[in-house]
């Protein structure tokens, strides 16, 4: 049958892919608009299948949270090129994706590319269109979720770090703490709330590192621990987010920044992504 036009530019409206991409896709579905859909949506397997290897560190980090601050999500969607990931389109994929995990509320990464980006097209799906429209890789890499009393939810201008951070109040003060902390997490990327926090087998790594170091600075054998046990404090204090010198004034610990707003508030959970 003729394909005419306005059939290949209503199926450009509904995909985003190319011209001649649609006219052949409507071409091979003999004009049916739904088969030529998933025929675009099968080249973009084929085409993600084929860039498998390559590696997508581009990309950009979306933090949202509701409009009472109960829940904040944050997303990271990774593409091959700087020059995608600053194109208002692939910007504002993502957000819709981000917008979409925060009205529905996934309990995972699995969950939410499971979830309708449009009727009847999961976010996967759509995915796929994109990796056809676009010609590079496209992967949803990280998502995370945070229900507090008051989430604050921050994106470093471009959109390569982001953050969230719950904390157990609601009031006005409260959120002001969430903020600062926000940023706080996304400039200082602490890997756990507090020392308990650190993953045993990295607390042992530091331990070795610190002793090796001793050693090779020619210190006695029977010090080396101790030695070690103090760089790995000052590890923590580097790593740890309550034991970090707050960013606003670096003569105080988070925690005592916390503590002299209010002794009862406290951090509930946070959460960091950046492509860097």
Excluded: W
Excluded at 53 to 59: S, Y
């Amino acid at each position: 049958m003729k394909i005419t036009a306005s059939d290949i530019n209503a199926l450009r409206k509904i995909t985003g892919a190319g011209m001649m991409d649609c006219k052949k896709a409507l071409e091979e579905a003999a004009g049916d608009h739904d088969k030529a859909i998933e025929y675009l949506r099968k080249k973009g397997q084929k085409m993600a299948a084929k860039r498998s290897d390559r590696d997508a560190a581009e990309g950009v980090v979306i933090a949202k949270s509701t409009s009472d601050n109960s829940t904040g999500v944050i997303i990271c969607l990774n593409c091959e090129t700087d020059f995608v990931a600053k194109n208002d389109d692939f910007v504002s994929f993502a957000d819709k994706i981000a917008q979409i995990a925060l009205d529905h509320q996934p309990e995972n990464l699995e969950a939410l590319k499971g979830l309708d980006f449009e009727a009847g097209v999961s976010i996967a799906d759509k995915i796929l269109e994109n990796i056809a429209k676009i010609g590079e890789k496209l992967e949803l890499k990280g998502y995370e979720l945070i229900k507090a009393d008051s989430v604050y939810a921050y994106i470093h201008p471009g959109n390569q770090v982001g953050s969230l951070v719950g904390v157990n109040k609601s009031d006005d003060k409260a959120k002001e703490v969430a903020k600062d902390l926000a940023l706080q997490v996304a400039a200082m990327a602490p890997i756990a709330l507090d020392k308990d926090g650190v993953p045993t087998d990295v607390v042992e790594k530091e331990i070795e590192i610190g002793k090796e170091q001793a050693r090779a600075e020619g210190k006695p054998e029977q010090i080396l621990e101790k030695i070690a046990m103090g760089k790995l404090n000052k590890f923590y204090s580097e790593v740890t987010l309550l034991n970090q010198a707050f960013i606003n004034d670096g003569k105080k610990s988070v925690r005592q920044y916390l503590s002299e707003i209010d002794s009862d508030l406290s951090i509930e959970a946070f959460k960091r992504f950046s492509l860097s």
